[in-house]
């Protein structure tokens, strides 16, 4: 497992894993489980091979508290979800960077990951959120 602090992260609570030079991973942060609550679903919006442009709705989250939606930080084509998230949705409140990622996408411009923030810039937007 990659450490998290070289992932890119968006103001939305997403992270991104850069895994090959046009392939990431993608999840919500620690940060944005805690919020949630406990997770009891997680609905793939976007289809395996589905062309998502940076902003568009991949995944539905649901929780004891509220319905959320994940985005696309970047643009690109679903490669991969996480199937085991279906019967295991509580995963992602446990393991976050790990076995709670959600989808891969090949990258259409890898430059997107440059408008991402980095760990550092991330845990800072973080606790200018919570002050």
Do not use: C
């Amino acid at each position: 497992m990659a450490d998290h602090k070289n992932f890119y992260y968006t103001k939305e609570h997403e992270w991104v894993e850069k895994i090959t030079d046009d392939t990431v991973r993608i999840g919500i942060t620690e940060h944005a489980a805690e919020q949630l609550g406990d997770i009891v679903f997680v609905d793939f919006v976007a289809d395996l091979d589905a062309e998502l442009a940076k902003g568009d709705e991949a995944v539905t989250v649901e929780s004891v508290k509220s319905v959320s939606e994940v985005y696309a930080p970047v643009s690109g084509t679903v490669i991969k979800q996480n199937e085991a998230l279906a019967d295991a949705p509580e995963t992602v409140n446990a393991e976050a960077f790990a076995g709670g990622w959600m989808y891969e996408m090949r990258l259409s411009d890898a430059r997107e990951l440059d408008e991402l923030l980095s760990y550092e810039e991330y845990e800072a937007f973080v606790a200018e959120e919570e002050a």
